[in-house]
């Protein structure tokens, strides 16, 4: 699992249109994951407030506020 | 390209252990492709002031800051 290197290569140079190092690529992979990380466990809080077993789009959208 | 509805879900069932809703995989996925590209193209500033061809690790964790 991860966020790899070719793709995040190929975001990078989709945005920039330029060379992308390997570690310039590690590290949106690293940053993208710590992210949805901290996301997924604020949306959790969420869902459990509600006493649901399903994490919901709304539970996402509310995390990030 | 993108962050795919079965990666998304994934990620969020990582950290979560719940069921996740396809909306809610979407959402991840739309709100990673942004925070991607604001990172891009502000390492992408970075990488230009310095006159270089290629985005490197220093830029993108330059731009987060």
Chains 1, 2 share one sequence.
Do not use: C, Q, W, Y
């Amino acid at each position: 699992m991860g966020f790899t290197t070719p793709k995040m290569k190929e975001t990078i140079k989709k945005h920039t249109g330029k060379r992308v190092s390997d570690d310039a690529a590690n590290s949106l992979g690293e940053i993208l994951e710590t992210f949805a990380g901290d996301i997924s466990e604020e949306a959790l809080a969420i869902t459990r407030e509600n006493g649901r077993k399903t994490v919901r789009d709304d539970d996402i959208r509310e995390a990030l506020k």
